[in-house]
């Protein structure tokens, strides 16, 4: 009896890490990388005022998937907000921020 069990196992394994990869290569992505380590916080906006959140991966990496349309807008600790790439579902956006000062440039 144990032996069909733990064939099945590593299957099943490899079917749920398929599906949960396909499910990130497909929803899209916007991806914010802090090279100055001066961004507070980063969102995807959008015309009327609507905002989501990315989350603080780690140290200078914010990540999230779109829920709607817009812009990625990131806030800085020196009063600095600056928007750039175009986020929807389906597309991977990505923007660096760099410069040797905080948030001085969006790549």
Not at 11 to 36: K, N, P
Request: charge should be positive; glycine fraction near 14%.
């Amino acid at each position: 009896m144990g032996k069909p069990r733990s064939k099945l196992m590593p299957l099943l394994m490899v079917t749920a890490f398929a599906v949960t990869g396909g499910y990130f290569l497909l929803a899209g992505s916007a991806v914010v990388v802090d090279e100055t380590g001066g961004v507070q916080s980063a969102a995807i906006t959008n015309s009327e005022g609507a905002e989501q959140p990315l989350r603080r991966l780690w140290s200078g990496q914010f990540y999230a998937i779109p829920e709607m349309e817009g812009t990625i807008e990131i806030r800085c600790r020196n009063g600095v907000r600056k928007q750039g790439g175009y986020v929807t579902g389906n597309v991977h956006t990505k923007i660096r921020v760099m410069g040797p000062t905080p948030c001085e440039r969006l790549v």
